[in-house]
């Protein structure tokens, strides 16, 4: 997995949240040392072993970046002021400010809260790979692995993916 300024700044959410690159390699059994080199672009790429572990860790940061950067686009073209959207959703203003800068990543009900108050779809706010996927429990850490692997394939590679899971089920079937 190549480390993207995306996985960088999903490997910084998770750092914050843990409290120290220190505690976030022990919660993944990645050195603190190799955290470090991921996030100063030392190390160009993730083993996949390295990020089986440190995707549990990243997954709603890397969610919570595209949200934040969607939200915020949409609040600038609307012209809605954080203050407004707070009086539209019964948000506080500092959690409003916070999903706009990706400091925290917002809960479902706040997803569906705020886009019912924006008169727009989520998959207007989240991304194609991860509006499917709104709770951290709706799916396990694997099918989020297999889905966010897939979603960064071609559609071409993407067909091919789906005819072989579909042929391996029907001949397991038989």
């Known amino acids: 997995m190549k480390v993207t300024n ?7 959410g998770a750092v914050k949240e843990k409290g120290s690159q220190l505690a976030l ?3 993944t059994g990645i050195t603190q040392a190799t955290i470090a080199r ?7 790429a993730i ?15 890397l969610q ?16 809605i002021s954080n203050v407004q959207l707070s009086r539209k959703t019964n948000l506080s203003v500092n959690t409003i400010m916070e ?8 809960p479902v009900d ?6 019912n108050a924006l008169n727009v779809s989520i998959s207007r706010l989240m991304p194609e790979d991860y509006h499917a996927v709104l709770s951290e429990n709706a799916l396990s850490v694997d099918q989020k692995l297999l889905l966010d692997n897939y979603m960064r394939l071609d559609p071409n590679e993407k067909k091919k993916i789906i005819e072989l899971v579909i042929s391996k089920v029907k001949a397991s079937e038989r």
């Open 99 to 106: 999903y706009r800068k990706g400091e925290q990543p917002a």
């Open 47 to 61: 083993s996949d072993d390295a990020w089986v572990k440190l995707y549990p860790c990243i997954a709603k940061w």
């Open 64 to 79: 919570i970046n595209d949200f934040s950067r969607q939200l915020d686009e949409l609040m600038s073209r609307l012209n």
């Open 6 to 12: 995306k996985i960088k700044n999903a490997l910084a």
């Open 110 to 115: 706040d997803v569906r809260n705020i886009c």
């Open 38 to 44: 991921y996030l100063n672009g030392e190390i160009k």
């Open 25 to 27: 390699a022990a919660k």
